[in-house]
């Protein structure tokens, strides 16, 4: 899209600085807001772009080349936004999602629990309700962009009696709550995604809560677990294939650096190696794209086990793909050009943080489980 490409100057231009403070984008938010980007996955019929899991992925793709940590944040609120598109009831709905498509919120994820990580189909903290109003009172130790969203979805156990797996997913905006941050982000990597934990405390409506036939793991199943291992896998790819180009770029100039010989086969070889490993992943990505935009347009089921086996496979493989390509890159540029302070080196961090990120262990035991019911074995 033309719009991103617009705001990738912005977002390379202020990286190094957000890598470095370490602080969130907020330039790169700003300009995300102004070009109705923040609308993508808002339907048209509420002034929004009416995107599909496609235009996420090329999107993300895109802003990754500027900054990994903008475009990761702007994949997650884009993974809100597309939960309350579907699922938000019709007053909530109405009231949300215009003001999304304007780029007036900023939403971001609340879904890590002490103890439990990031796991999506469960939640500890009961949801209570007093008098018709929902009392909410959550910790969450790791937040993408908490401390300056203009509001949460926040996941729940249903109340205090309720299992860990049932779970409610209550909008709330930033000015009805308590918002304590409870400490710092100063990571290895995407520094600038500003995770910070939080304690959120406050009182509801009690229509906050989003609605499906079948509760909360088709929310999560066909909305949240699809566009969030998409757009987290884009930004990615977006990011290894950026390193790869101005690896490119570099070499060609009169001032490429003295230890990589372009007339040599080995350097060759391990340039071959590198787009390898983006041409794997690019292509996974984009077929589990297609994949899921085909069963979302045509009233499918992306929970059904194949599905969701390649879901959770494009967020392992391009977790794994986009490091080795930069980790290849940065042993053929060398000591004294891919192991100084730089965009390689950045992203080098960056990406490692990929098969950390709702970790890849815990996906590919239920990949493995998941594997164990599909004896026609369902290849993308």
């Not at 796991?119 to 109003?133: F, I, K, N, Q």
């Not at 962009?145 to 926040?154: C, K």
């Not at 899921?292 to 959770?312: C, D, K, M, Y």
């Not at 050009?337 to 239920?366: I, K, P, T």
Request: aromatic share 4%; proline share 4%; net charge negative.
């Amino acid at each position: 899209m033309a719009a991103a490409e617009e705001v990738v100057p912005l977002l390379a231009r202020h990286a190094a600085e957000v890598d470095a403070e370490p602080r969130f984008p907020t330039e790169a938010l700003a300009a995300l807001r102004a070009t109705g980007l923040m609308g993508l996955m808002v339907p048209e019929e509420h002034g929004g772009l009416g995107g599909t899991v496609l235009d996420l992925v090329d999107v993300a793709e895109r802003l990754a080349a500027g900054c990994t940590s903008s475009a990761l944040a702007w994949a997650m609120h884009c993974q809100q936004v597309d939960a309350i598109a579907h699922y938000a009831p019709q007053r909530l709905a109405s009231e949300l999602l215009p003001r999304l498509a304007a780029g007036e919120l900023y939403l971001a994820s609340v879904t890590t629990e002490e103890d439990k990580g990031g796991h999506l189909l469960t939640s500890r903290a009961p949801l209570r309700e007093r008098e018709g109003v929902l009392v909410l009172d959550r910790y969450a130790p790791v937040v993408t962009g908490g401390r300056h969203a203009d509001g949460f979805l926040i996941t729940m156990r249903a109340d205090e009696t309720a299992l860990e797996r049932d779970v409610r997913a209550v909008f709330a905006y930033r000015h009805e709550l308590d918002v304590e941050v409870d400490g710092d982000w100063d990571t290895l990597g995407m520094r600038g995604t500003d995770s910070v934990p939080l304690r959120l405390r406050g009182e509801l409506r009690a229509d906050r809560v989003l609605v499906a036939d079948g509760g909360w793991s088709e929310i999560a199943l066909r909305s949240l677990i699809p566009v969030g291992h998409l757009g987290w896998a884009a930004t990615w790819l977006g990011a290894a294939r950026a390193a790869l180009s101005d690896f490119l770029g570099a070499v060609r100039s009169p001032r490429r650096p003295r230890s990589v010989d372009v007339t040599s086969p080995l350097v060759a070889e391990r340039i071959a190696r590198v787009r390898t490993c983006l041409e794997l992943a690019s292509a996974y990505l984009h077929r589990a794209a297609e994949e899921v935009a085909e069963l979302r347009s045509g009233g499918g089921r992306p929970e059904a086990a194949p599905t969701q086996i390649h879901l959770n496979t494009v967020k392992v493989a391009v977790a794994e793909l986009a490091f080795e390509a930069v980790n290849r890159l940065v042993l053929l540029v060398g000591l004294g050009g891919g192991y100084r302070r730089g965009a390689l080196e950045r992203r080098f961090r960056d990406l490692r943080s990929a098969s950390l990120n709702n970790a890849d262990d815990r996906l590919l035991v239920a990949t493995g489980t998941l594997a164990l019911a599909d004896r026609k074995v369902s290849l993308l």
